[in-house]
């Protein structure tokens, strides 16, 4: 009876300290105690300082980017270093008592999707060296869409016979391992890209690793998003008829968004005079860029690829009609915004590595899988390589070229550098986030372990390589700059760079961006200086107008259109891809661009003053 009493009294003592009625913040246990609350204030001292440290990341990132470079220093990049610092300050934080910082500084797909990742396709698309681009165009949609399919079936397949044998006592469908074989197709040759262009490697080799490098972040968006679809469900024919239906009508719809939009910012610019306030000008061009971008996602398309077809849309046309001003500020704002956001991925791929807690990691999957993806890129890169080669040879067959045609399109020595150049990049993490299963958080572990190896071994080796397989490098472009002006030592027109059958307008800036220039003569925006000048904002001198409208870039010409004989035109010839681009150019030429460029017919009239 003692004890009992005792019991009860313990038990109501130890109540009435647990939930005291004049404590104003009564402490609650059990299934009705609230979760537990953050302070605000606390919270956002925490993000202070979470903020700071990856901030501090970037700064020492980008600082190691400019020793190197003063160093001279080719060999390492700045993505391997970040990728490293990224390592060290997130092992730091784990091992650290407290969650809060580490949470913070997680790898978070829809930061990398909305705001990372957008800048670095639209300044891609933007920057685009077209005339390289569209001229490797055959090579590039080959390796970028067959390429693609290849890689992530190859991928696929393997991990899932690996899983199927129960060695890592794991369990993944197929669709689930076609899903993860997307993932890991996306490559993201940043890294190498850079030290080609400190090489100066052959802009041959350049754009088609390039250009494949665009195409196929898009195309494994849509692979993986499609393969997600059917996550759940038994492979059949008419599922896989069904997702090859989809994809094609994603990524068509999507390209037609990005251009659609593309062409509206054009005529925008075209029929206003909203020139005449560059900055509203230059806000306008980057939220468009943008809009078509979040509109194809909320459309269920990709977003990606519509972006980067609004990109390459808006050189095309677009940067033809903005002032003078908008075209630096848009170039370098998107370079800009680009540069920070690889800097911010490549951080946030080394901090995953120790703040994910949730991460489970299977060395023999890993194993496995690094393995996979170098068979599953050899059977994307060489078998179609030959499949170019052939081909090349066989158009060039019989024609007044096949004596002299006896190089490859790809020589071998090209293939082992584009097999070299398939390094993963944030691409397969963000999207591997988005895996359902139970095995989600192994096949997370090991898609961020094997991108992070791949950064590390094949960037890191890359001018070894250069080196090994006898690349041609200090080759100068034909077009060897795409800046605007110089900053450092701005260099004098001289007579001997006036394009032939344009009008000579001299600056103190020389344009080199051959690639971006129409042929086509600058006179035609002298005949609305007066015009400008008199309609202009009142901030605005007229030196300061005459100045922006003196520097503008030429104009498209409409009487230089390449002419194209129909009635000489054989069958192979009407196959191949360059004569494509000739059907195109021509009606480029004749349609496109006196409907979408300003003052092109003033442009001509002028010229055919000038010249009488």
Known sequence: MIRLLALFFARQILANEVTDPTDENPVLVGPEAPEEETNPLTEEIFSSWALFIVLLLVVSALWS??????????????????????????????????HYIQDAVKFNSGYFFNFLLPPIILNSGYELHQANFFRNIGSILTFAIPGTFISAIVLGVILFIWTKLGLDGIDVSLVDALSVGATLSATDPVTILSIFNSYKV???LYTIIFGESLLNDAICIVMFETCQKFHGQAVSVSSVLKGIGLFLMTFTVSLLIGVVVGVFIALVLKHSLIRRYPQIETCLVLLFAYESYFFSNGCHMSGIVSLLFCGITMKHYAYFNMSRRTQIATKYIFQLLAQLSENFIFIYLGLSLFTEVELVFRPMLIIVTTISI???????????????NWTTRAKHKGGPSAINYTQDEIPPNYQMMIFWAGLRGAVGVALAMGLQGEAKSSLLATVLVVVVLTVILFGGTTAGMLETLNIRVGVIDEQ????????????PMQLNQIIPGTTPVYSIYSDAAGSRSRTGSQQSFYNNEDEDAADAPPDMNDDEMTSDLDDIPPMANQAQSSKINLQSMSFNNLLSMDDHAKWFTHFDEQVLKPVLLDNLTENNNSKDKIED
């Open 202 to 204: 052959d802009p041959k």
């Open 374 to 388: 170098c068979i599953s890129r050899w059977c994307a890169v060489f078998p179609l390589s030959r499949l170019i």
């Open 65 to 98: 980017s400019y020793y190197l470079q003063q160093r001279r220093v080719k060999s390492i990049h700045e993505t391997v270093l970040s990728i490293f610092y990224g390592m060290f300050v997130g092992l730091i934080l784990r091992v650290t008592p407290g």
């Open 480 to 491: 060897e700059s795409d800046d605007e002006f110089d900053i450092e030592a701005p260099k």
